[in-house]
């Protein structure tokens, strides 16, 4: 199986910046794609950033030019800087990743319990 732990949330005034962290550990064959989802009192759960096995990442348009997501080379911890925060920002922050736990096994997605981050104005 997969565990994620995220660390790093917190309260930050706007403008402010913060940085997430994300270990992964467990028994795995591969990380196939590594995320990160924020859900906002009242709202759905929606991915903020993802970062794929070849390198490329995608981001909400939300926070294009202010978050930026990256992992180490062993992909066992994923990142979220985020630069810039608004309170709108104010979220329950996610890690996700999709990963086979043996080769040729069919993909699973895992989750983290969330780390808080408030942003006041």
């Known amino acids: 199986q997969v565990q994620l732990k995220e660390f790093g949330g917190g309260l930050v005034q706007a403008g402010e910046p913060l940085k997430l962290s994300c270990a992964v550990s467990g028994s795995f064959f591969s990380i196939d794609a590594m995320a990160w989802y924020r859900q906002a009192p009242g709202k759905q759960r929606e991915l903020v950033a993802q970062?794929?096995?070849?390198?490329?990442?995608d981001y909400a348009d939300s926070v294009k030019g202010r978050f930026t997501i990256s992992s180490d080379d062993a992909r066992t911890t994923v990142y979220l800087q985020m630069n810039s925060l608004k309170p709108d920002d104010t979220a329950l922050y996610y890690c996700?990743?999709?990963?086979?736990?043996?080769?040729?096994?069919?993909?699973?997605?895992?989750w983290g319990q969330g780390t808080q981050v408030t942003v006041s104005s």
């Open positions: 996700n990743v999709v990963a086979r736990l043996r080769s040729g096994a069919l993909e699973g997605r895992y």
């Open positions: 970062i794929l096995s070849g390198g490329s990442t």
